[in-house]
């Protein structure tokens, strides 16, 4: 990801940490750009924790924890992150919504763009939102902005759903996370209303890792990531 521009478009407002955080570190360290979108905050389908504290909790108390969590991840990280403040727990696909993330892909003019994998029944706004950022990089590339845009094809990649096995997702592409493990956990800390997501990825990363250490047989890898390239390698040889 050397010098790479990477786009990331999730659903709530941890979905890139915990799916691609040693990604977005990795690029950073390669000398890349990061730009996370978060197209909710998460306030009504992610945040069950916060509305078990009391009657007084409201969606923008939520919400402001939440965003004010992922701020301060994407800090660590060395991320941009901006908040589109959609409505989650059903997210809705809209023309509106489209065009405004569209005009967000125009601007940032992403070489790799990230986003979420086309089914997961355990968080359905998840589906809606891959979707959703698909529909709009379509009409950045090759839609009715094309006449205005310079934007040249990035690649494209989904990270893994929760459930992986469930989903029947099948990873093609590993990133190697292993010397910004520590800076992963480090943004991973910040996660106070989801503590649950720790030991989660830390596990997930840590077989992802031994995966491609079997297959590489390099016994330096410990952690990796792993996501499913939509766009097809192109190249003069195999290898």
């Given at each position: 990801?050397?010098?790479?521009?990477?786009?990331?478009?999730?659903?709530?407002?941890?979905?890139?940490?915990?799916?691609?955080?040693?990604?977005?570190?990795?690029?950073?360290?390669?000398?890349?750009?990061?730009?996370?979108?978060?197209?909710?905050?998460?306030?009504?389908?992610?945040?069950?924790?916060i509305?078990?504290?009391?009657?007084?909790?409201?969606e923008?108390?939520v919400?402001e924890?939440?965003?004010?969590?992922?701020?301060?991840?994407?800090?660590?990280?060395?991320?941009?992150?901006?908040?589109?403040?959609?409505?989650?727990?059903?997210?809705?696909?809209t023309?509106d919504?489209?065009?405004?993330?569209?005009?967000?892909?125009?601007?940032?003019?992403?070489?790799?763009?990230?986003?979420?994998?086309?089914?997961d029944?355990?968080?359905?706004d998840?589906m809606?939102?891959?979707r959703?950022a698909?529909?709009?990089?379509?009409?950045?590339?090759?839609?009715?902005?094309?006449?205005e845009?310079?934007?040249?094809?990035?690649?494209?990649?989904?990270f893994?759903p929760?459930?992986?096995?469930?989903e029947?997702?099948?990873?093609?592409?590993?990133?190697?996370?292993?010397?910004?493990?520590d800076q992963?956990?480090?943004?991973?800390?910040?996660?106070?209303?989801?503590?649950?997501?720790?030991?989660?990825?830390?596990?997930?990363?840590?077989?992802?890792?031994?995966?491609?250490?079997?297959?590489?047989?390099?016994?330096?890898?410990?952690?990796?990531?792993?996501?499913?390239?939509?766009?097809?390698?192109?190249?003069k040889?195999?290898?």
């Amino acid at each position: 990801m050397k010098q790479e521009r990477l786009m990331i478009i999730g659903c709530h407002a941890l979905d890139y940490l915990s799916k691609s955080g040693g990604a977005i570190a990795q690029c950073m360290k390669n000398g890349g750009t990061v730009k996370v979108v978060c197209l909710t905050c998460g306030e009504r389908g992610e945040a069950n924790a916060i509305w078990k504290e009391g009657d007084r909790v409201t969606e923008a108390y939520v919400r402001e924890r939440k965003r004010s969590e992922a701020q301060r991840a994407a800090s660590i990280l060395g991320a941009d992150i901006e908040f589109m403040d959609f409505r989650d727990h059903c997210l809705e696909m809209t023309q509106d919504k489209v065009m405004a993330i569209s005009e967000l892909i125009r601007e940032f003019a992403p070489t790799v763009f990230l986003t979420h994998f086309m089914t997961d029944q355990a968080n359905p706004d998840h589906m809606v939102a891959g979707r959703m950022a698909l529909y709009a990089l379509a009409c950045v590339c090759e839609g009715e902005l094309y006449q205005e845009s310079q934007l040249t094809r990035p690649q494209i990649f989904l990270f893994e759903p929760a459930k992986p096995d469930m989903e029947k997702f099948n990873p093609d592409t590993y990133i190697d996370i292993t010397e910004v493990m520590d800076q992963k956990k480090q943004a991973m800390a910040c996660v106070e209303t989801q503590k649950y997501l720790i030991p989660v990825c830390e596990e997930r990363d840590t077989y992802r890792g031994t995966l491609i250490r079997l297959l590489t047989g390099n016994r330096e890898i410990q952690y990796a990531e792993g996501f499913l390239r939509v766009t097809p390698y192109i190249g003069k040889s195999l290898s």
